[in-house]
């Protein structure tokens, strides 16, 4: 695939390629020069300008806070929804449909959402472990839910799972695919062909999934 990028000419003798703030590519030309050298020049590149953009997007994600106003929406199993802050006092966060918090609790909010996911998280992936290890035939030794950055899941050579919490913004069929995954590393730690084979007979739409974290992924590195 192509880049997408725009030209300045000006008055100068060689070429550069900047990455705009907004991640755009722009590049600086001096005016004599042909469109089929710009363009090679651009696509010789591509590689370390794509590795340049993404740490950049990566950047911003990280940067990028919920203020926990109205109207602001949270991923919760693949979907958004919205945030209302309430007057009425209670403790924690309310879901129905909408998250809810009490306006007297909106400086916690952080933390109580934190804790609210994490919950939730414990009270899914849990039965799903066991749902899936049974469907395998493998034992499981524990399931630990954690704070993991850049990683969804992982396994140890004592049969513990690990899963991320951030997991819980994604669709179930992502989540499943995520269980299976590690669980079945319990039994073929390479990612060979009997792997994916054991994926498959477990998910045959599994691919469906891989997808929605790789164009998704990133997103998840954050809290909410
Ligand atoms: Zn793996």
């Not at 992936?125 to 066991?130: L, N, S, Y």
């Not at 513990?160 to 995520?178: D, E, F, G």
Request: glycine share 4%; with cysteine; net charge positive.
């Amino acid at each position: 695939m192509n880049l997408e990028y725009s030209v300045i000419y000006s008055k100068r003798k060689s070429l550069s390629i900047i990455i705009d703030r907004d991640s755009s590519v722009i590049v600086r030309a001096p005016i004599k020069i042909s469109q089929e050298k710009i363009d090679r020049e651009v696509q010789k590149h591509k590689k370390l300008i794509q590795e340049k953009i993404s740490r950049k997007l990566s950047i911003s994600i990280q940067n990028q806070t919920k203020e926990f106003v109205s109207g602001e929406s949270l991923l919760y199993l693949g979907r958004h929804y919205q945030l209302e802050i309430v007057e009425e006092p209670f403790n924690g966060i309310k879901f129905d449909n909408k998250f809810f918090i009490s306006k007297e609790n909106k400086q916690n909010a952080n933390q109580l959402f934190r804790d609210w996911f994490i919950k939730s998280a414990k009270e899914l992936f849990i039965p799903k472990v066991d749902f899936y290890a049974k469907q395998i035939g493998v034992t499981v030794n524990k399931v630990n839910i954690l704070s993991l950055r850049y990683r969804w899941g992982s396994c140890t050579p004592k049969d513990n799972i690990h899963l991320n919490w951030r997991l819980i913004k994604a669709p179930m069929t992502v989540i499943n695919y995520i269980i299976v995954h590690e669980l079945i590393h319990l039994i073929e730690p390479n990612h060979s062909t009997e792997f994916w084979n054991r994926v498959s007979i477990q998910l045959p739409a599994y691919e469906k999934a891989k997808l929605w974290l790789k164009e998704n992924g990133r997103g998840l590195e954050k809290d909410f």
